[in-house]
């Protein structure tokens, strides 16, 4: 698989676009779950454009955006230059520059199947005070609840460069492996976008997995996907829905942790 620090440099602007930010909704649920605070410093891991790391500058915490991909992270500090409680380093989740013990929680949004997973445990367990959090979150869309969902499915299992293997990627996570010893809790939500064919198309090409426009079958799959959203729509619209998954949980102590890897 191409490497996962330079993925996305082609696909900023559609990702900017027509990719979907975080549920307002995780904002309560740390409060309630997590003791999160305006005062809570924060370390964004694989915060690329900035969507996850804008919903906690909203509520008032300092945030340290960590991301490897020129390109992502750029488009991120363009995106959060008006909030001065926003840091960005280039680096990478294994490797964070972060002082010992200086994070009160960590998430990775859209990220953490990216990581090499044992250094990132390490690591995370290193940045994290004592009684730290460690929350993790994916937009994953909802297949089965619509035939355009079913259908948007269909075209990438048929044109995508290697969408099963991301797939897997991601579903191969073992979350509560990388929590152990320690338990990690689980939230959904349900959530949707609202997009005519334009938007979309461009939500299909801000994949990783998604043809690039040189691509021989580009056109053919650009092609069936009209088709998909004209046996769709209404009023000149599809949903596209999703659900958010959300697990949050503590981590060992890095010393503990390196003993047993």
Same mark, same amino acid.
């Given at each position: 698989?191409?490497? &996962?620090?330079?993925?996305f440099?082609?696909?900023?602007?559609?990702y900017?676009?027509?990719? &979907?930010?975080?549920?307002?909704?995780?904002?309560?649920?740390?409060? @309630?779950?997590? %003791? #999160?605070?305006?005062?809570?410093?924060?370390?964004?891991?694989?915060?690329?454009?900035?969507?996850?790391?804008? +919903?906690? #500058?909203? *509520? %008032?915490?300092r =945030?340290? %955006?960590?991301? &490897?991909?020129?390109?992502?992270? @750029?488009?991120?500090?363009?995106?959060?230059?008006?909030?001065?409680?926003?840091?960005?380093?280039?680096? /990478?989740?294994? /490797?964070?520059?972060?002082?010992?013990?200086?994070?009160d929680?960590?998430?990775?949004?859209?990220?953490? *199947?990216?990581?090499?997973? $044992?250094?990132?445990? =390490?690591?995370?367990?290193?940045? #994290?005070?004592?009684?730290?959090?460690?929350?993790?979150?994916?937009?994953?869309?909802? =297949?089965?609840?619509?035939?355009?969902?079913r259908?948007?499915? !269909?075209l990438?299992?048929?044109?995508? /460069?290697?969408? $099963?293997?991301?797939?897997?990627?991601?579903?191969?996570?073992?979350?509560?492996?990388?929590?152990?010893?320690?338990?990690?809790?689980?939230?959904?939500?349900?959530?949707?976008?609202?997009?005519?064919? !334009?938007?979309?198309k461009?939500? #299909?090409?801000?994949?990783?997995?998604?043809?690039? $426009?040189t691509?021989?079958?580009?056109? $053919?799959?650009?092609?069936? +996907?009209?088709?998909?959203?004209?046996?769709?729509?209404?009023?000149? /619209?599809?949903?596209?829905?999703?659900?958010?998954?959300?697990?949050? %949980?503590?981590?060992?102590?890095?010393?503990?942790?390196?003993?047993?890897?």
């Amino acid at each position: 698989m191409l490497d &996962p620090t330079k993925r996305f440099s082609n696909r900023v602007e559609n990702y900017l676009k027509y990719r &979907p930010r975080y549920p307002a909704a995780i904002i309560p649920l740390l409060e @309630s779950e997590c %003791g #999160l605070t305006r005062e809570t410093v924060i370390a964004d891991i694989g915060s690329g454009t900035g969507f996850m790391t804008e +919903l906690f #500058l909203k *509520h %008032g915490n300092r =945030v340290f %955006g960590i991301e &490897p991909n020129e390109e992502m992270r @750029s488009a991120g500090e363009r995106l959060l230059a008006k909030y001065p409680k926003f840091f960005s380093l280039n680096t /990478t989740a294994e /490797t964070t520059t972060l002082p010992d013990n200086s994070m009160d929680l960590i998430i990775a949004g859209q990220a953490f *199947h990216w990581f090499d997973r $044992q250094k990132a445990k =390490v690591e995370f367990a290193r940045i #994290l005070k004592p009684e730290g959090w460690l929350v993790l979150v994916w937009n994953g869309f909802r =297949v089965e609840s619509s035939p355009l969902m079913r259908g948007y499915q !269909e075209l990438l299992l048929r044109y995508g /460069t290697d969408y $099963q293997e991301v797939s897997r990627e991601i579903e191969g996570c073992d979350i509560e492996a990388f929590f152990s010893p320690e338990k990690c809790r689980r939230a959904r939500f349900d959530f949707k976008q609202v997009f005519d064919f !334009e938007g979309l198309k461009g939500r #299909l090409l801000s994949a990783s997995y998604a043809p690039e $426009q040189t691509a021989p079958r580009f056109g $053919q799959m650009i092609d069936e +996907l009209r088709a998909v959203f004209e046996a769709n729509q209404g009023d000149g /619209t599809v949903d596209f829905d999703y659900e958010t998954e959300v697990y949050y %949980g503590q981590l060992a102590s890095s010393k503990a942790i390196a003993s047993r890897l």
